[in-house]
């Protein structure tokens, strides 16, 4: 069983930068495909980024593309999210998640969140 613990969460402006992190822990990180999401109130959970075990492969949702960059630190079993030119439409709960196999959009492990609120 994986664990997944977010941080890094809080309010910035817009345009501002915020870097969540996500420590796991119970399972083989650097086989895992690490990934995040976000749901903002009153919608459906989104796609926003997703990075192979290796870290050769990244995924961004259209919606982040050009403004985040997922990585990861396998010797600190941790995954980032640095997210630059953030907009008030970014405001959601971010939830990191895992997959064991390379399932990004479906993944077999979540987060509890971490918030994320951006004022105009």
């Known amino acids: 069983q994986v664990q997944l613990v977010e941080s890094g969460g809080g309010l910035v402006q817009a345009g501002g930068s915020l870097r969540l992190s996500c420590a796991a822990s119970g399972g083989a990180f650097r086989t895992l495909f690490m990934g995040w999401f976000r749901q903002a109130p009153g919608k459906e959970r989104e796609f926003v980024s997703a990075?192979?075990?290796?870290?050769?492969?990244?995924y961004y949702g259209d919606s982040v593309k050009g403004r985040f960059t997922i990585s990861r630190d396998n010797a600190k079993n941790t995954v980032f999210l640095r997210m630059d030119s953030l907009k008030p439409e970014d405001t959601a709960v971010y939830y990191c998640?895992?997959?064991?196999?390379?399932?990004?959009?479906?993944?077999?492990?979540w987060g509890q969140g971490t918030q994320v609120t951006v004022s105009s």
């Open positions: 998640a895992a997959d064991p196999r390379g399932s990004i959009y479906r993944p077999a492990y």
């Open positions: 990075i192979s075990g290796t870290a050769s492969i990244t």
